[in-house]
């Protein structure tokens, strides 16, 4: 009886993306890896609005891993610096 009352597959109200959704551009921002799967998860959705918020932490992401090169290469380049003036 269950299964007579089940709507098809096409007449489901879509799920929308979590949604206190700052939080998890946050979440996706500060830890890389939650960022990576909640885009994985979200993107393979057919809805738009899912697509669309896993893009938006995808970059987060992105965002993330750009300023840790960033830093990265700034510290390369005072390490140069204070190892050149050590030695006249």
């Keep these: ?7 098809p597959e096409t007449h489901r109200p879509s ?10 551009y946050i979440l996706s921002f500060f830890l890389p890896a ?4 909640l ?7 057919a809805e738009e609005d899912h697509r669309r918020f896993g893009q ?7 965002i993330l891993i750009g300023f840790y090169i960033l830093l990265f290469f700034c ?4 390490l140069i ?3 050149s003036t050590l030695h006249p």
């Excluded at 799920?15 to 998890?24: I, S």
């Excluded at 885009?39 to 959705?45: E, T």
């Design 1 to 7: 009886m269950a299964e007579e009352n089940r709507l």
């Design 15 to 24: 799920e929308r993306p979590p949604e206190p959704r700052p939080l998890f």
């Design 34 to 37: 939650g960022g990576l799967v």
């Design 39 to 45: 885009a994985a998860l979200f993107m393979g959705r």
């Design 56 to 62: 938006r932490c995808l970059i987060a992401v992105l």
């Design 75 to 78: 510290y390369i380049v005072f």
């Design 81 to 83: 610096y204070v190892l």
